[in-house]
């Protein structure tokens, strides 16, 4: 009880003239989810380091588990567990050195390291490759292997930075239990991730952060509130009548709808309205021309919140970061399970 | 029960700092020394440019060198000693870009180990690779001709300056590595030094023979300091003082720039 397990005031960091950090307040109480939400360069990946002690804030403070980044680094160290966005695994161990490894580095001592880095691999699926090195792993191997290794010291608070990123489907709903099995067990966890729907079903709160500003915060529940109610999800068969159809729904919310040019698609906020925003729009839509390939009635998902929040959907503010920063294109999984379903 | 594992490691930590800086050291460089268990070729690679060196020198460019009062092997074998060393220093740099690249680096600096622990560890084995290797050269030079003539101790002697000499640039290396951080680059850029050096000093030919210039260079270099003082140390007739002092403290020179300025470059890195 008493002081949250994760907690920064006004993190400012800056990298030459590019601010990674513009002020940012977060707060996670123990044994629960902060799920951080964000295109690639929002500011996540800083945060994390910043949090882990690898790098130091400009401005502002952050405190782990009771401990300061900056002055109380060393103990924090010893209270935190940290996967980062690539599998930071040695190919030419075996799994089980690789976690042994990080458990003698957590100061367990032999036979605890062995003992545990047996427990961990046999938890995670992986007793059977535990004497095979690690450059034999397939890709989700090799990342609940990070992950065994992230554990293995008993963290109270776990950072993992983009967990499933490059996971195909299956690999990450495993993962996912995985996770939330840990959560059971009273364990404090700070995820950043691009996927909407992994911060739908893994956190307890939600921070969404964009260009190094937060810009919104709660529960999934309260940010998808935001959208409010149901919405409707046009997707247009011809992208050049994009316009037209916008111009032919436009009135019938009165905050406006999102579109989103990338997917040819537009979302309306239907509020409790759903059924007669449905059937007026589609007449509309009729009377206009615009041949339809989608449309749908559903419940909002974080990507209709960030497209709301920031204007443009999840995965072009994702694009933009990846311009930026050069990393491997990631495709499709953060548009949800909404569309398609219908 | 979290809360308990934790405050014990916490606990343990500071009455045995010095245990930890050291069990941690070796931590890593069991990790760096099994990459050869499970890689052997990535050994014998490393020692396949040594030994080509040595027959190179030996029967291709020997017959052409005179070196007075020496047969030219032996004076041969102690340049390839320190050159061995010196271009094994260069998987030092290399070995780290590697870690930095992969994000091994990251978690190191995340977990509560000793924060000297990574490049200690790096050293440490990349010295043991060196020793492993130059071992493997001594008896390459042994039959190719070569002989101590001094004895046991001043032979172990020089062995042991050409590995501390090795692991001194070790830390230049693991400097230039953690600064450069591109695997590729900091191969690239690692010649740029270890060729000069290696190549214009007396390692292969007496200094006699180069223009003025290059003479001055080369006598001022570390590498012919060092090499001098393993002769003096394998040739029998040669004042063994002077050179030995010089390049000791050429070691501790280079150890105390690069020590701090490698560690800080590691703490720092991004």
Not at chain 2, 25 to 32: D, H, L, S
């Amino acid at each position: 009880m008493g002081e949250p397990a994760i907690l920064t005031e006004g993190l400012r960091k800056r990298f030459g003239n590019v601010v990674a950090l513009d002020g940012v307040d977060l707060q996670a109480e123990q044994g629960t989810v902060l799920g951080l939400l964000g295109p690639n360069g929002a500011g996540k990946t800083t945060t994390v380091r910043i949090l882990t002690t690898l790098l130091p804030p400009d401005k502002g403070r952050a405190s782990v588990a009771g401990y300061d980044v900056v002055r109380d680094a060393e103990s924090l160290r010893a209270a935190i567990g940290l996967a980062g966005q690539y599998a930071a695994v040695d190919e030419n161990l075996t799994g089980f050195e690789n976690v042994e490894m990080v458990g003698r580095l957590y100061h367990l001592g032999k036979v605890e390291a062995r003992r545990r880095a047996n427990e961990v691999l046999e938890r995670f699926g992986l007793a059977q490759a535990a004497h095979r090195t690690a450059k034999t792993y397939s890709g989700g191997m090799r990342r609940r292997l990070d992950l065994g290794a992230s554990l293995v010291g008993r963290p109270l608070v776990l950072f993992l930075d983009e967990p499933t990123s490059g996971l195909d489907p299956r690999s990450r709903i495993g993962l996912w239990d995985l996770i939330r099995e840990l959560v059971r067990e009273g364990t404090t966890l700070l995820l950043t991730t691009q996927y909407l729907d992994e911060a739908d079903n893994l956190a307890h709160r939600v921070a969404v952060i964009d260009e190094g500003k937060l810009i919104a915060e709660g529960t999934p529940e309260e940010l998808k509130a935001r959208v409010g109610g149901e919405v409707v999800e046009i997707r247009v068969a011809d992208r050049s009548k994009l316009s037209d159809a916008l111009t032919a729904v436009f009135s019938l919310v009165p905050g406006g709808a999102q579109i989103d040019n990338q997917e040819a698609k537009i979302v309306l906020p239907a509020g409790e309205n759903g059924p007669a925003l449905t059937m007026e729009a589609l007449r509309r839509l009729d009377a206009a021309g615009v041949p339809l390939a989608d449309l749908a009635l559903r419940r909002p998902t974080l990507d209709d919140v960030f497209l709301a929040l920031t204007g443009r959907a999840a995965e072009q503010a994702e694009e933009n970061g990846q311009a930026k920063r050069g990393r491997r294109a990631r495709r499709r999984q953060a548009t949800g399970d909404g569309g398609d379903a219908a | 029960m979290t809360t308990v594992a934790v405050e014990k490691t916490a606990e343990q930590s500071a009455p045995t700092r010095l245990t930890w800086v050291i069990s941690d050291a070796w931590v890593i460089t069991k990790r760096n020394l099994l990459q050869y268990v499970r890689i052997p070729s990535l050994l014998v690679f490393s020692t396949v440019q040594p030994v080509m060196f040595v027959l190179l020198f030996r029967y291709v460019f020997g017959g052409a060198i005179n070196v007075p009062g020496v047969r030219y092997v032996d004076f041969l074998m102690p340049g390839i000693f320190v050159q061995t060393s010196v271009f094994g220093a260069v998987q030092t740099g290399i070995g780290l870009a590697e870690d930095l690249s992969k994000g091994l680096i990251d978690r190191f600096r995340s977990l509560p180990m000793a924060r000297s622990a990574v490049l200690a560890g790096r050293t440490a084995s990349d010295s043991v690779r060196n020793l492993f290797v130059i071992l493997l050269m001594t008896g390459v030079g042994y039959l190719v001709g070569f002989r101590f003539h001094t004895g046991l101790i001043p032979a172990a002697g020089a062995i042991l300056l050409a590995l501390a000499f090795g692991h001194a640039f070790s830390w230049i290396s693991a400097s230039i590595g953690l600064a450069i951080r591109d695997v590729e680059s900091v191969q690239a850029a690692s010649f740029v030094w270890i060729f000069p050096l290696t190549f214009a000093s007396a390692a292969f030919v007496p200094v006699q023979g180069m223009p003025g210039w290059l003479q001055a260079f080369a006598k001022a270099n570390p590498v012919t300091i060092t090499v001098n003082a393993m002769r003096s140390l394998t040739l029998a007739h040669l004042p063994v003082a002077r050179n030995l002092v010089e390049s000791i403290a050429w070691i501790a020179g280079l150890m105390v720039v690069f020590v701090p300025l490698a560690v800080r470059r590691y703490r720092q890195s991004v």
